[in-house]
């Protein structure tokens, strides 16, 4: 394993490091703690496409300056970057029964809050038009008949500020901050219903069996469903079966 201790700034006082198993990508993250145990950084590694480092590492900066709770960025290499622990609990952790309700509700309040972030001159844009070239360029146009159906009467809706990558493990909570957010490579001018929909089947899978259907349903509730079209939802879904 690599030793990431040596990659920081000693005057963080890191004497070791920890891997955390939560994320589901090529990426190898760490939690670096000091003797105390008291984790104050955490480093993220990849093994190939360095290029999506640096896009994350963009995008922590712009949302960071756009107000957005997001870990400072504390140093960067070829093939990994160092950011400041953020304190919170992901919202995929264990909650016991009673609150998990106030869970849901944090995270719709954060969610209506990104999404309602005036942005001006966004440099990055993620929206369908842009996800469908990149499907485009790997898909059999025969395969992709009704998601070209669904966006040609769909378009791409409006844009506001996502996260791109909307799933309970990237959501961190506290009892009196707002909600931060890591995992942020995606992140950029969208259809919020990505995010929405992202969520929900965060919420409805089988990897969080603390929550179910009565949970998404509640998360709807409280986002707003004013806000929402079942149709983009579906979109989403489908656009994501490509992923
Ligand atoms: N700065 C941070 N502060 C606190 N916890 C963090 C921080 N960065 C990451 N984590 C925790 O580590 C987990 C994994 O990190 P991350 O989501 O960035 O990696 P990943 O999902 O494996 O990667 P990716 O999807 O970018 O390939 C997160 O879900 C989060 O719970
Ligand atoms: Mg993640």
């Not at 929405?196 to 965060?202: G, H, I, K, P, T």
């Not at 409280?222 to 579906?234: C, F, T, V």
Request: hydrophobic content about 45%.
């Amino acid at each position: 394993m690599i030793d990431a201790t040596r990659l920081l700034d000693p005057r963080l006082g890191v004497v070791r490091q920890e891997a955390i198993t939560l994320g589901m990508s090529g990426a190898q993250v760490f939690r670096m703690l000091t003797a105390d145990g008291e984790p104050v950084a955490i480093v993220k590694l990849v093994h190939s496409r360095p290029e999506e480092l640096a896009g994350e590492i963009e995008r922590l900066i712009w949302l960071s300056n756009l107000g957005i709770r997001v870990p400072e960025v504390l140093g960067v290499g070829e093939f990994w970057f160092a950011m400041r622990v953020l304190p919170g609990r992901p919202a995929s952790d264990p909650w016991p029964a009673q609150q998990r309700s106030a869970v849901i509700d944090q995270l719709a309040d954060a969610a209506r809050k990104l999404h309602s972030t005036p942005v001006e001159n966004a440099p990055f844009d993620s929206s369908i038009s842009m996800v469908m070239k990149d499907v485009r360029g790997r898909v059999a146009a025969e395969a992709l008949t009704e998601l070209e159906v669904a966006f040609a009467s769909l378009g791409n809706g409006q844009l506001r500020l996502s996260h791109g990558d909307l799933s309970l493990p990237n959501v961190l909570l506290t009892p009196s901050d707002s909600a931060g957010f890591v995992d942020v490579g995606r992140a950029g001018l969208a259809d919020p219903h990505s995010d929405v929909a992202d969520l929900l089947r965060s919420l409805r899978s089988d990897l969080n069996p603390q929550f179910g259907p009565a949970d998404a349903e509640r998360f709807l509730d409280a986002y707003g469903r004013s806000e929402i079209d079942p149709e983009r939802l579906r979109l989403h879904d489908l656009l994501n079966s490509f992923f």
